[in-house]
């Protein structure tokens, strides 16, 4: 038997876990949609954040609830205004990978203070066009650390 102090014990089990094992669809929105559009899909799709894609999939950007917010609260027409105005935008996106390690990637969401972190792939050699395949939200850790809590896991 180990006589690994159980503390170890757990954070050798959470490093273990990457974020492919865990992470959920991808909500997404092409580059040309209107915040309005966005704003009916965050209700529509329930979540709090929406990647923003070109039309070939390609990650271009991110939309949280208080970018949509502040789009509103400045007025103008929000069906004219698109979307890609207020969101975040490459390269300035923080991303984790399937392969990463999810303890990773939940430091990222800490140290960026984000909610919701796009799981990308890149496509070319250089890493500059991702993929988009997920996405690791405070929700996902949330679950799994209930997961980890009672056993489940
Ligand atoms: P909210 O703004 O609703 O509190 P966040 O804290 O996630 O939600 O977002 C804060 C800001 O950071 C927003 O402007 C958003 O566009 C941006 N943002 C959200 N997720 C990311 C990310 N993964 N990488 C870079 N910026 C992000």
Not at 58 to 84: F, N, T
Not at 113 to 123: H, Q
Not at 134 to 141: E, P, Q, S
Request: charged share 25%; with cysteine.
């Amino acid at each position: 038997l180990s006589s690994k102090p159980s503390q170890a014990l757990v954070a050798e089990e959470i490093k273990k876990i990457k974020v492919g094992d865990v992470k959920g669809l991808p909500r997404v929105i092409r580059a040309g949609a209107s915040v309005y559009d966005a704003i009916v899909n965050m209700f529509i799709e329930d979540v709090g954040t929406l990647m923003v894609v070109d039309e070939e999939g390609h990650l271009e950007g991110v939309l949280s609830r208080k970018d949509l917010l502040k789009a509103a609260i400045g007025g103008g027409d929000l069906q004219k205004m698109p979307a890609s105005v207020v969101m975040t935008r490459m390269p300035n996106i923080i991303c984790t990978t399937p392969e990463e390690s999810v303890l990773t990637a939940a430091r990222k969401i800490i140290e960026h203070e984000v909610d919701a972190l796009p799981v990308v792939r890149p496509v070319d050699g250089q890493g500059k066009k991702l993929e988009v395949v997920g996405r690791l939200t405070k929700t996902t850790i949330t679950r799994l650390f209930v997961e980890l809590g009672e056993g489940g896991r």
